[in-house]
């Protein structure tokens, strides 16, 4: 296990470095997206401004509050909750946020499958895991919202967050074929198989 502090964006080299267990501190930028945004870039052909070349994003759709515009508030929104919502209904997309946009590191909580997986050692990549009940901390590791587009989506705007110290975060799932989910599965069926044949009952 190695600990990596990046302050993004980060090269294909950096993402490829990472592996299962490892854990990830991030200075910088992250970008927040959510169902909503993603199904207007990839199925309704909208685009953004932003580059998101070498980043990371987080599953989230922030509770946010609506305020003047201020050197605290360049986005003229200020984070109340920053929370993390389950990956799993968004796996579809991490092939196209990677191939199309050079998205490196995804954040969010539940993990994702294997087509994702695929795509994380096709393009360089990985998963970070939070585990729920922590949107409080994460809150604290925003320094700001520095600006927002496809704000017409809100709250599953396309986020720009300045964060400080966000994490330690636990790489899940890497380039390597590698997947904590793949072997938590694993041992579960085999302790499942165990129990059944302690039990007499065929599987």
């Known amino acids: 296990m190695a600990h990596h502090e990046f302050a993004m964006p980060v090269t294909e080299a950096q993402a490829r470095a990472l592996k299962v267990n490892d854990t990830v501190t991030l200075q910088g930028t992250l970008y927040g997206i959510r169902d909503a945004t993603q199904i207007h870039l990839f199925d309704r052909g909208r685009s953004t401004r932003f580059d998101l070349r070498g980043h990371a994003v987080i599953h989230t759709a922030p509770n946010v509050k609506k305020v003047p515009k201020s050197a605290e508030h360049p986005a003229g929104y200020a984070p109340l909750c920053i929370g993390t919502t389950t990956s799993d209904r968004m796996e579809r997309f991490t092939h196209p946020l990677m191939r199309r946009c050079g998205v490196r590191l995804i954040i969010g909580k ?14 360089g990549g990985a998963y970070l895991a939070i585990i729920g009940g922590t949107a409080a901390l994460e809150t604290t590791w925003v320094e700001a919202i520095e600006d927002v587009d496809l704000d017409d989506l809100n709250p599953e705007s396309l986020w720009k967050f300045r964060v400080r110290g966000f994490g330690p975060l636990l790489v899940a799932m890497d380039s ?18 165990e129990a059944l044949a302690s039990l007499g009952v065929k599987a």
């Open 176 to 193: 390597h074929g590698a997947s904590l989910y793949s072997e938590v599965k694993r041992h579960a069926l085999a302790r499942r198989a």
């Open 110 to 123: 539940g993990g994702l499958r294997e087509g994702s997986l695929a795509a994380f050692g096709e393009l």
